[in-house]
Nanobody, 124 residues
Framework: QVQLAEAGGGLVQAGGSLRLSCAAS????????TGWFRQAPGKEREFVAA????????DYADSVKGRFTISRDNAKNTVYLQMNSLKPEDTAVYYC?????????????????WGQGTQVTVSS
C-alpha cells in the first residue's frame, strides 16, 4: 500500500503559475503509475494528467495541454504538476492518484490510491 500527500495549492491570479507536489510513502513508488485529477464544486472528478512508471509516457486533458506539465522523481518518491497560464476555470481541488498496474489511465476508477487533495483557486 502507498500513502499520498499533495502540497503546493493556493490562491493565484489568472496567468500565474503553481507547482503541485505529491509525496508518496509506503511501498516502492516506482511501481505505480500516477495521475492528477481535479474536482470543482458541483462537478465530477476529472482527469488532468498522468505519467507512466518510468516517467517516459505522459498525457494530458485537452483543457490543460500546453499549460500543465506532469513529472516524477522516483528517487524522491514524488510526482509534480507544474501549472502555468492558470485560468479561473482551473479552480478546483486537485488530487494525486496512483495505480499498481502499468500504463496511463484516465478514469478515477482505474486508480487504487488517492491523496486528500489540495485547493487551487485562480482569481480573474
Amino acid at each position: 500500500q502507498v500513502q499520498l500527500a499533495e502540497a503546493g495549492g493556493g490562491l493565484v491570479q489568472a496567468g500565474g503559475s503553481l507547482r503541485l507536489s505529491c509525496a508518496a510513502s509506503g511501498r516502492t513508488f516506482r511501481r505505480y503509475a500516477t495521475g492528477w485529477f481535479r474536482q470543482a464544486p458541483g462537478k465530477e472528478r476529472e482527469f488532468v494528467a498522468a505519467i507512466s512508471l518510468s516517467g517516459i509516457s505522459t498525457d494530458y486533458a485537452d483543457s490543460v495541454k500546453g499549460r500543465f506539465t506532469i513529472s516524477r522523481d522516483n528517487a524522491k518518491n514524488t510526482v509534480y504538476l507544474q501549472m502555468n497560464s492558470l485560468k479561473p476555470e482551473d479552480t478546483a481541488v486537485y488530487y494525486c492518484a496512483a495505480k499498481e498496474s502499468t500504463g496511463i489511465a484516465y478514469s478515477p476508477r482505474q486508480y487504487d490510491y488517492w491523496g486528500q487533495g489540495t485547493q487551487v483557486t485562480v482569481s480573474s
